[in-house]
C-alpha cells in the first residue's frame, strides 16, 4: 500500500485494549485450554489465566509497535498503555507484562517461546508439548495480526492523555 492511514498511538493501543480486557476472548481462551486437554493448563484458576494471556497479548502489541515504529511511537505506547491499565484497575497486568518483557528479551533466538516458558515457570505448571506447541501458535498468530496492522497504518504521535 503506497499511502498508510495515519492513527495515533492512544487510537490504535485503546482500539486493542478495549477487547483484550474485556470478556470477549475468554469464551476462545477457554476454547483453547479444552483443545489442549493439558492438566497443567487446566489446573490454572481461570481469571489467572486470562489475565497472563492479557500481558502477553500486550505484550506482543508492543513488540510489534516497537518493531515497525520510528520515534517516540513505543514509548508514547507503554505509556498509555500503562495508565489505561491503571485507569481500569488491571495494574496486575502491568507488573506481568514487564515479567514477559524481560522473558521476551532474554532470549537471542525466539523470544515468544521464552515467553512461554515464563508462563509455565511463574504458574508453576507443566505443560505438555502439544499444548506448548497449541499456545505457540496462537501467540504467534496475534502477533501476525498486530505485524499486519503496519502493512496499512502509521501511527504518528500526538500528546498522551493520562486518565
Known amino acids: ?6 492513527i495515533s498511538v492512544e487510537e490504535y493501543c485503546q482500539k486493542n485494549l478495549a477487547p483484550l480486557l474485556s470478556n470477549e476472548h475468554e469464551e476462545t481462551w ?12 487446566n489446573q490454572l484458576d481461570a481469571e489467572l489465566y486470562y489475565s497472563h494471556l492479557r500481558a502477553i497479548f500486550i505484550e506482543l502489541l ?9 520515534g517516540n511511537a513505543s514509548l508514547n505506547a507503554h505509556i498509555f498503555i500503562s495508565a489505561y491499565l491503571k485507569d481500569h484497575g488491571r ?13 521476551f528479551a532474554s532470549s537471542m533466538t525466539d523470544g515468544v517461546e521464552a515467553m512461554m ?19 505457540l501458535a496462537e501467540f504467534y498468530a496475534v502477533l501476525e495480526v498486530y505485524y499486519n496492522d503496519f502493512k496499512s497504518i502509521k501511527l504518528v504521535n ?4 493520562v486518565y
Request: hydrophobic content about 35%; overall charge positive.
Open 1 to 6: 500500500m503506497f499511502f498508510k492511514k495515519k
Open 30 to 41: 477457554e476454547a483453547i485450554r479444552r483443545h489442549c486437554n493439558d492438566n497443567g493448563l
Open 62 to 70: 508492543l513488540i510489534a509497535i516497537a518493531k515497525n515504529c520510528r
Open 91 to 103: 495494574s496486575d497486568i502491568g507488573e506481568m507484562m514487564h515479567e514477559y518483557s524481560q522473558a
Open 117 to 135: 516458558r515464563y508462563f509455565a515457570k511463574i504458574n508453576c505448571i507443566q505443560l505438555q508439548q502439544r499444548t506448548v506447541e497449541q499456545l
Open 158 to 161: 500526538e500528546d498522551i492523555k
